[in-house]
């Protein structure tokens, strides 16, 4: 029988530290990335460039099966990957805080999420995954050797994300930024399919007094344990 490719998920809320520990793991562990955030970014992108309504499903699905995109790893562990869009780099705009609630809003949508079910699953490659998003454990890979549950409170995400998002050059106030994070909350949390919830079987981790490096082997402790 064929060896099982290991997928761990960390799943949480935004501005939990999903992404620096998604890709410090993966580069620990040799593993792939699928930074399952950034398709639902880009199916905003993609629909606020087409004039697409988010009330209309349909057009969304298809825009979802036929959407033209591309990762590419660019070597700078600050900003470790290159997001294409019909080959143009649109990892800046992607990043903003607006694309983050566009992604929030159409995630909502049932048939959008199962019609990107099989291009995330197609990110299960050898020798391993790593998969970073909000439903990664409980419903895209409910088989997953290691399932994290990364949250911190959402003061400590706020500045977090200010933090980032400043550092990136990218302009935004403290207050506006913790509006937005509690809407998203609600959104993600609230919403009838794949709400944000740990698995049953997920390690929770409450990184709001923790510093990157500690949750880091934190976590690679749960990966030793369970991989082993
Ligand atoms: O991780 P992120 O901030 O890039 O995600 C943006 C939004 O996309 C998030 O608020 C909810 C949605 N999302 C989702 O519903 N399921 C995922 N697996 C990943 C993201």
Same mark, same amino acid.
């Given at each position: ?41 880009? #199916? ?15 057009? !969304? ?7 033209? #995109? @591309? ?10 990957? @290159? ?20 992604? +929030?809003?159409?995630? &909502? #949508?049932?048939?959008? =999420?199962?019609? #990107? /079910?099989? !291009?995330? /699953? ?15 454990? &409980? ?11 990364? &949250?911190? @409170? ?6 977090? /994300?200010?933090?980032? !998002? ?8 403290? @207050?506006?930024? +913790?509006? +937005? ?26 990184? +709001? ?8 082997? =934190?976590? !690679?402790?749960?990966?030793?344990? =369970?991989?082993?």
């Amino acid at each position: 029988m064929a060896k099982p490719i290991p997928v761990i998920a960390i799943d949480g809320p935004s501005g939990a530290g999903k992404g620096v520990i998604t890709q410090r793991l993966a580069m620990f562990q040799g593993y792939n990335i699928l930074d399952s955030g950034a398709l639902y970014r880009l #199916i905003g992108l993609a629909a606020r460039r087409e004039g697409v309504d988010f009330g209309n499903r349909p057009k !969304l699905v298809k825009l979802a099966q036929g959407l033209d #995109i @591309s990762f590419f790893g660019t070597g700078d562990p600050e900003n470790p990957l @290159s997001i294409r869009l019909a080959n143009e780099d649109v990892t800046r705009e992607l990043r903003a805080d607006e694309a983050g609630v566009d992604a +929030s809003k159409i995630a &909502t #949508i049932g048939e959008l =999420r199962d019609a #990107i /079910r099989g !291009l995330q /699953r197609s990110f299960k490659q050898p020798p391993g995954l790593v998969a970073d998003g909000r439903d990664m454990g &409980t419903v895209v890979f409910q088989e997953a050797e290691v399932k994290i549950f990364l &949250t911190a @409170s959402p003061e400590a995400r706020a500045e977090r /994300r200010y933090k980032q !998002l400043k550092d990136k050059g990218i302009d935004v106030t403290l @207050s506006a930024l +913790s509006l +937005s994070i509690h809407e998203r909350d609600k959104r993600d949390m609230g919403r009838e399919i794949a709400p944000l919830e740990p698995s049953t079987d997920a390690v929770i981790i409450d990184s +709001s007094a923790m510093t990157i490096d500690q949750v880091f082997y =934190r976590v !690679l402790a749960v990966v030793e344990e =369970r991989l082993d």
